[in-house]
């Protein structure tokens, strides 16, 4: 049977067609892009529309059926892969009251501080909170960004939206009502809100209570597996598809793109790069590393958690360094090209790749990029490599993190849209000093996720585990000891540009947020 699955991303929306049978096969027919806004506010708000996002579905969708010649008689269910933590505050209609919060979204410092910062205290968070949160979710909100303080900073700023809110939904949850009308969030996403018992596999009351979170605001729980309901008929029309079609709820980004990548088994790690970056360990039990700042999150397979360490800008890096650095038009293949003479180590070049602050293995807000030791032989090439590496060298730094605790899998998968290249493939296994594997269509790695638990939905897989079997190792790249050599003496010095930069970045980035004018928004009506 043919079925679509959606991939809700930072900066646009794939939407991609899969085959899926009895032979335990997921076959990626065809795909379509869809960009849409990241807003970018100077109070620190990162926002985006939710009327966007279904818009986008509709034009790819459509497209895709027309670019296939499918007819829509033969997509058998839809599902969806997704950004998480994000806000979307809608009224009882599903209608939203303002743009979404996205997950980079920095405003709500105070409210983080009124509940967190207070007390006594361990690593910076009040004590007793941590302890609570550790007994029911397992882990523990560290960090502004976090969806709970964006629910009180509306609360707080905007309290004719929060008067007005009947659900605070996520970004394909919001997708899923608009589809079918109905309000859930799956289990793996509502394990991000930090307010969800892990063990009782419900919302907490408790943790709603201590928190002064409205519980009449959490939408239904389900599985991602489980069927939200059927495409309604103006919804169908919106998409091209046929009423009644069968929605999904599928997974958030991080533990569908742990599926599509086939990593299923404790101790597998998949390195993500695309707008921002992981790396993600399945992982057998919670754990949560507070002076790190990585914890166990509800994967989407039942059995297993996301021991999840995340970089805010990854493949987001080089888009930037294409477009702030005065090179020739080209696209990335051309800009590897432009590197590909470069030695490693980027003649002495170090980057750091906070470039929109960071949150492991420190949370910082305030943390930018630097480029590091540039002298006047530096080149263009020079930069630009050490953004690939920076990247690189942040990713092992987080992996180091991880085997604090847990034990990894000596061969990683590497996935998302700069695992394409083979070049940057060999630079990561440069980088961490271990083969690095890709797969069939690294950059749908999401969607593959969503299609093969479809396959598990309509029981053409009856394990989940079993989708370990059917994802495919495209390509495999072994280490160049000399480079690996060479970063081995490099990654202190990329580590130090934090600690001896910290105090710098807030005293110049703090006091630069401090001045600037709160940005008045139109919301919705």
């Known amino acids: ?73 033969e997509i058998k269910g ?77 609360r707080d700023n905007e309290p004719e939206i929060y008067n007005k809110t009947y659900k605070w939904l996520d970004a394909k949850e919001y997708l899923t009502c608009r589809a079918t009308g109905n309000m859930r969030v799956s289990c793996d996403v ?15 009351q ?9 519980m009449n605001h959490l939408p239904g729980l389900c599985n991602s597996t489980d069927e939200v309901g059927g495409l309604l008929p103006n919804a169908a029309e919106a998409l091209g598809l046929e009423p009644g079609t069968p929605v999904f709820s599928g ?15 404790a101790g597998d790690v998949n390195f993500y790069s695309g707008t921002s970056g992981w790396v993600c360990t399945t992982v057998d039990r919670l754990h949560l590393d507070l002076g790190n700042i990585i914890g166990a999150l509800v994967g989407a397979d039942p059995d297993t958690y996301c021991y999840i360490a995340e970089l805010e800008t990854s493949g987001k890096c080089m888009e930037w360094v294409k477009e702030r650095i005065d090179l020739p038009e080209m696209d990335y293949d051309g800009l590897i090209e432009y590197i590909k003479d470069t030695p490693a180590g980027s003649n002495g070049v170090v980057f750091s790749p906070w470039m929109h602050g960071n949150r492991c293995p420190f949370e910082d807000p305030y943390a930018k990029g630097v480029f590091f030791n540039l002298g006047i032989t530096t080149r263009g090439y020079d930069l630009v490599k050490s953004v690939v590496e920076g990247v690189c060298m942040h990713m092992r730094w987080m992996l180091e993190a991880t085997e604090k605790t847990f034990k990894t899998a000596p061969v990683v998968r590497f996935t998302g849209g700069s ?14 000093g ?29 394990d989940t585990k079993e989708i370990k079997d059917i994802i495919k190792v495209k390509a495999a790249y072994k280490p160049n000891p000399d480079n690996t050599a060479l970063y081995d003496r490099i990654f202190p010095v990329f580590k130090n540009l934090y600690s001896d930069n910290k105090k710098s970045f807030a005293s110049l980035n703090g006091l630069y947020n401090q001045n600037k004018c709160a940005v008045s928004e139109e919301t919705y009506s």
């Open 78 to 154: 839809i599902s969806f892969c997704s950004q998480m933590q994000t806000l979307v505050m809608v009224d009882k209609e599903g209608t939203p009251l303002r743009r979404a919060m996205s997950c980079m979204d920095t405003r709500a410092d105070k409210q983080f501080a009124r509940y967190m910062r207070k007390g006594l205290q361990i690593e910076g968070l009040n004590l007793y909170k941590v302890y609570r949160l550790l007994r029911i979710t397992g882990a523990v909100t560290a960090s502004t960004k976090d969806p709970l303080w964006k629910y009180h900073w509306v």
């Open 419 to 432: 695992a394409i290249s083979p070049y940057i493939c060999q630079v990561l296994a440069d980088v961490l």
């Open 206 to 214: 408790e943790l709603c209570n201590l928190f002064d979170i409205d």
């Open 1 to 73: 049977m043919k079925v679509i699955a959606y991939d809700i991303g930072t900066t646009g929306l794939k939407t991609c067609m899969f085959d899926i049978d009895r032979k335990e096969s997921v076959r990626l027919i065809d795909g379509e892009v869809e960009p849409y806004e990241l807003h970018v506010l100077e109070n620190g708000g990162v926002e985006q529309d939710p009327l966007e996002w279904w818009d986008a579905m509709g034009k790819s969708t459509k497209r895709l059926l027309e670019k296939t010649g499918v007819s829509n008689t």
């Open 251 to 265: 997974g958030s980004d991080v533990s569908l793109c742990q599926i599509g990548a086939g990593c299923l088994s």
């Open 434 to 462: 271990r083969e690095v594997e890709t797969i069939e269509n690294p950059r749908h790695v999401g969607t593959m996720g969503a299609a093969a638990l479809m396959a598990v939905s309509f029981g053409l897989i009856s």
């Open 190 to 204: 509502a394990s991000a809100t930090f307010l969800y018992d892990v063990k009782k596999g419900c919302w907490s």
